[in-house]
């Protein structure tokens, strides 16, 4: 009896075991299930969050060259048809203001054609108010009466003929007049011109009062330029205008200060070509070899830009090529290192010393 119900019980006991084991096993699996939910709802909560978006558009990179020149500047020629000496009135580092003097010619002919004309123009005006006073007036006649001795006044208009006459003389004055008065403003010009003042306010950077009348050279005279103000004046080709337009932002790095970067605005485009910048930026003309040998450090700079903002992988690998073979006729033996694509500058070596030796011969024949 007593191992029976010892064998019972013990049956009993794993059945109790086993439905805890079940209940504990079911609420772990439906705890799980309310954390992961939860979980999921937080997830769907944060990914789901509203944000404010503006409209924009791709940019693309487009290099450009150019030179920095003052923002505002004025070049004053010497014009031997203002006269046959000219004395500047500013020296340099002066500071001038629009409309200062700052070139005086000799006036002493234009002064005396300007009175001349003048003289000449009041002739002129003495003579049709002499004609308007005295020209057209009706006549008096007195005629006295022999029997009694009365006088009798008697006043003639004037003819009709005489009338005509005095017009066309007085026309022809007033024509002549207005000749006299065409000369005394043409004299007028050309005695103001014999004095140039500024366009621009800004500094003199050059004077020159060294100057040979008869050479057939142009001769500056004054150079005034703008301080603090500078703009870059470049060259483009057709295939850039689709990718720029005025008031863009731009980048600006320098050859003399490789390390720091400016920032502007495009600020005007041309619409005329420059036929002189098309014929040098031709690489198949005989002048761009020999500028590849006159002036490397100036082309391997401009190609480490454009391997910096590279237009196409393809473009890449070429100016790299170019900028290996700049480098080697500048005898620069750190290129490698200075190259921002340091791996590509290694590979490319071997081409870029190709590329200089077909450079030395084209110049070569050049020649």
């Given at each position: ?80 048809s203002k006269g046959s000496s000219a004395k500047a009135t500013v020296a ?196 761009m070899w020999k500028q590849y040998l006159k002036n490397p450090k100036g082309f391997a700079f401009w190609r480490k830009v ?62």
């Amino acid at each position: 009896m007593s191992r029976r119900s010892k064998s019972s019980m013990s049956k009993k006991t794993k059945v109790m075991i086993g439905a805890a084991a079940a209940f504990f096993v079911l609420a772990g699996g439906g705890l799980m299930l309310v954390q992961q939910s939860k979980a999921k709802a937080a997830n769907a909560e944060v990914s789901y969050k509203a944000v404010k978006v503006t409209e924009g558009t791709v940019s693309s990179t487009t290099l450009l060259t150019g030179q920095v020149k003052a923002l505002q500047e004025q070049y004053v020629y010497f014009d031997s048809s203002k006269g046959s000496s000219a004395k500047a009135t500013v020296a340099v580092g002066d500071q001038i203001t629009t409309g200062q003097q700052l070139v005086q010619y000799d006036s002493t002919t234009a002064q005396a054609t300007y009175d001349t004309a003048v003289r000449g123009l009041n002739k002129v005006g003495r003579q049709i108010d002499h004609l308007k006073k005295y020209g057209n007036l009706p006549t008096t006649s007195t005629t006295t009466n022999d029997e009694t001795g009365e006088e009798k006044t008697v006043t003639q208009q004037p003819t009709a003929q005489q009338t005509a006459d005095y017009n066309q003389q007085l026309q022809d004055l007033n024509d002549a007049y207005a000749d006299a008065q065409a000369e005394v403003n043409k004299a007028q010009q050309a005695l103001n011109e014999t004095i140039i003042t500024s366009d621009v306010s800004g500094t003199v950077v050059e004077v020159n009062n060294d100057i040979d009348p008869a050479s057939k050279n142009s001769q500056t005279l004054v150079h005034v330029a703008t301080e603090g103000q500078l703009q870059v004046k470049g060259t483009l080709t057709e295939y850039d205008l689709a990718n720029i337009k005025t008031g863009q932002n731009v980048k600006i790095k320098s050859k003399v200060y490789p390390d720091k970067e400016w920032t502007g605005t495009i600020s005007y485009i041309s619409n005329y070509p420059n036929q002189t910048a098309s014929s040098e930026s031709n690489g198949s003309s005989n002048t761009m070899w020999k500028q590849y040998l006159k002036n490397p450090k100036g082309f391997a700079f401009w190609r480490k830009v454009c391997m910096e903002y590279p237009y196409s992988k393809k473009r890449m690998i070429l100016d790299c090529i170019h900028y290996c073979s700049s480098s080697q006729i500048a005898g620069n033996k750190r290129y490698i290192q200075e190259s921002p694509r340091k791996l590509l500058t290694l590979f490319c070596t071997p081409l870029g010393w190709i590329l200089t030796s077909i450079i030395k011969k084209k110049a070569k024949e050049a020649y």
